[in-house]
């Protein structure tokens, strides 16, 4: 078997060793007699699986106490409406756009009350993240809404907004659990699973108590945070697949990769590879504001279109896959989330010297 260097932008790779134990596990779980795909929602056995992790993300993210967990079907897409039709309750709230999820987060907020785009970035191309300490909130703005990793751009948030008494609410699809987060900076954070968490399917918010409770009364029930977290998740059938693979990810984080500081040195140890290498030669060119580099999404672009798709034919036949760009952006994009051995960058790089070397 010779499994690739996966560099998609989402779904992505998983840790070989939480794909070796869901195959152990993937006939019979523990001695249940059945597997986690097959086994009712209500019974003891998955209601432990819940339960564990739930209790594995607190602690892994040092969530405090007043936050609530919910593993929520419909991706981060579904988000974008949650927020609004739970958390407007001002009527307005201010949103930020530094690429393509933040503007369509704030298109679909704008169907449910006012969206004060407080700042965008679509003037550069979204290369830049604004400095959020000059920028004026509305005074009776519900919330401020940011997306803190941009995937399709490669840029992130080095500072959070913080203006006092609105809370944040954070898209971290793509750098949740990248490195440690202080969960009390945020009135809610959510994210798609399926970047660097688990397989795709379903989303996960983590909501402040005092947020809840708030939605108007024609609010569907399955787009109310209240209805889904008071009951624990189990309102309707969850996605059990899901969830079971988000605690065996989990469990990896813990136990082999020792914590969120340690998946940080690493993460930071795999973008600096390829940042240093892009910054040492004039072949490929990387874009972004330098202080505002992704170190979860890397774009870069060869001199021509007609390299750039040369280069990713050729990257793959070589066993590195998905590296073509978003679309909006195009050249190349390399995911190097929490799952992408370190080797695996250094041998793309290898490659890339390679490629720059007979086409340059
Ligand atoms: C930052 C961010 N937000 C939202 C989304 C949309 O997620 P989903 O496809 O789960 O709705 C994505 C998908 O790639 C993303 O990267």
């Given amino acids: 078997m010779a499994r690739v260097y996966n560099f998609s932008a989402g779904p992505s790779m998983l840790p070989e060793s939480v794909l070796r134990s869901a195959q152990a596990e993937l006939l019979e779980y523990g001695s249940s007699g059945q597997s986690v795909m097959e086994m009712s929602h209500r019974s003891a056995v998955f209601d432990d699986i819940l339960q564990q992790t739930k209790q594995r993300l607190r602690r892994v993210l040092s969530i405090p106490d007043n936050y609530k967990i919910g593993f929520i079907q419909g991706g981060a897409s579904t988000q974008f409406a949650m927020v609004p039709l739970n958390l407007m309750t001002t009527g307005t709230a201010d949103y930020i756009v530094t690429g393509n999820f933040s503007k369509r987060a704030a298109k679909e907020a704008q169907k449910f009350g006012t969206v004060n785009v407080i700042a965008n970035t679509a003037d550069c191309n979204y290369t830049a993240i604004p400095d959020v300490t000059k920028l004026t909130y509305s005074l009776n703005a519900s919330y401020v809404h940011i997306c803190e990793n941009n995937t399709i751009f490669g840029t992130r948030y080095t500072h959070l907004p913080q203006p006092e008494g609105i809370p ?125 580099r992704s170190i979860m999404n890397v774009v870069f672009t060869s001199p021509t279109p007609e390299l750039d798709a040369l280069f990713c034919k050729q990257a793959a036949q070589q066993g590195f896959v998905n590296l073509k760009g978003h679309r909006l952006v195009g050249g190349m994009r390399a995911s190097i989330y929490n799952a992408m051995p370190e080797q695996g960058v250094v041998d793309l790089i290898s490659f890339m010297k390679e490629f720059a070397a007979k086409n340059g």
């Avoid at 202080?182 to 009135?187: A, E, I, M, P």
């Fill in 168 to 292: 944040l609410v954070s898209d971290m699809s793509s750098c949740i659990l990248s490195r440690p987060t202080d969960v009390s900076k945020y009135g809610l954070i959510y994210f798609g699973v399926q970047k660097n968490v688990a397989p795709a399917g379903m989303a996960i918010a983590i909501v402040r108590e005092d947020l809840l409770g708030k939605a108007p009364s024609n609010v569907p029930d399955m787009l109310n945070y209240t209805t889904l977290l008071d009951a624990d998740s189990m309102y309707n059938t969850p996605p059990c697949w899901c969830i079971y693979m988000t605690g065996l990810v989990l469990r990896w984080i813990e136990e082999e990769i020792g914590g969120l500081e340690k998946m940080e040195q690493l993460n930071e140890r795999k973008a600096q590879l390829l940042y240093d290498y892009l910054d040492g030669q004039d072949f490929f060119k990387n874009s972004v504001n330098k202080p505002d």
